[in-house]
């Protein structure tokens, strides 16, 4: 197996500036897919003129958005200033939406500091023309602490509706996520796991079922810090799209949104400010198309251009 991963790109400077020149995006250009199903920006979700280049006419019927919690991969800002950032991305959003659209935001929630900026964007929401559908959590398998508090191993994803978007109800693949629930059924008393007959369950909005990434797993893009896994994003699309529906995501980073999208028959549209990311989100497609594999495991998207460069 190679071994050969990225640092943490954002807390890497001098490495991002030296795949600079690898990357085909400049601030400002996009990326056409050959196939013409999907296109990369590298743009800033902010500016509407951004995201209108990106779409180019187009309406999406789904938003799957990743923004980086307080702006902290690029610079520590203000709450207030990080709230007047969403706002208009949102609104950005709300503007390339259909009238019957769907809206989901994963956001962090600084346990540290009041649970910013979780509670603040969902204040922020209410001045939209969105209907709150749900707060869903992703349980990580691997958390992280100290021996003084409870261990973090949550992620949080916000669910918003425009109008009356399709909904595909979604099941788990594995059989009846919590044992117990006791019930007396003609007189015998049974387990959860003894009652029902099939094979999976309903998702809910606890989702317990989905493997965190790591550096092991085939889906992995070292380099990147807040990498969704591959299934999360699966899910989201074929819940709430319909095939060759458009999918579009502001904040690309590891490129999954473009990825899932593609593998599930959908059209996709994806930016990202970093020319470093908007490069890993194309050459992921590549390399899927490629390969048929889903990311680098253990090594990373640049090993030609970094091949001599020791972990």
């Known amino acids: 197996m190679i071994n050969n991963p990225l640092p943490r790109l954002d807390t890497h400077p001098a490495l991002k500036k030296e795949l600079l020149p690898h990357c085909r995006l400049a601030p400002g250009e996009i990326w056409v897919d050959p196939t013409g199903r999907h296109r990369v920006g590298c743009l800033d979700a902010g500016q509407a003129g951004d995201v209108a280049a990106l779409t180019d006419g187009r309406r999406a019927g789904l938003a799957v958005h990743d923004p980086p919690y307080n702006l902290a991969a690029f610079e520590a800002r203000a709450l207030a200033e990080f709230i007047a950032w969403c706002r208009r991305w949102v609104q950005n959003t709300a503007d390339i939406l259909l009238p019957d659209s769907a809206l ?10 009041h649970f910013q900026p979780l509670p603040d ?4 929401m209410r001045d939209f023309d969105f209907t ?13 602490g100290t021996q003084k ?38 007189g015998q008393r049974t387990e959860n796991m003894s ?24 889906e992995n893009v070292s380099g990147c810090y807040a990498q969704k896994p591959l299934k999360s994003i699966e899910r989201i699309i074929a819940a709430g799209s319909r095939p ?28 990202d400010i970093d020319p470093v990311f908007a490069e890993i989100t194309i050459r992921r497609l590549e390399h899927f198309r490629q390969t048929g594999k889903s990311g680098w495991q253990n090594s990373h998207p640049f090993e ?8």
Request: a positive charge; one cysteine or more.
């Open 195 to 218: 009652r029902g007959k099939a094979n999976t369950i309903r998702a809910g909005n606890v989702w317990v079922d989905i493997q965190q990434v790591f550096y092991r797993m085939e």
């Open 244 to 271: 060759d529906d458009l999918v579009v995501d502001f904040f690309s980073h590891a490129g999954t949104t473009l990825l899932a999208a593609d593998r599930l028959g959908r059209r996709c549209f994806v930016m």
């Open 132 to 144: 709150p559908r749900s707060f869903i959590t992703m349980r990580n398998q691997r958390g992280y």
């Open 149 to 186: 508090n409870w261990m973090a191993v949550r992620q949080e994803l916000l669910f918003y509706t425009k109008g009356k978007p399709p909904f595909a109800v979604q099941y788990t693949d594995i059989p009846k996520i919590l044992r117990g629930y006791y019930k007396s059924v003609n």
């Open 121 to 124: 964007f969902m204040l922020m």
């Open 304 to 311: 030609v251009e970094l091949q001599n460069r020791k972990p």
């Open 104 to 113: 989901y935001v994963w956001l962090g929630a600084d346990q540290q500091h």
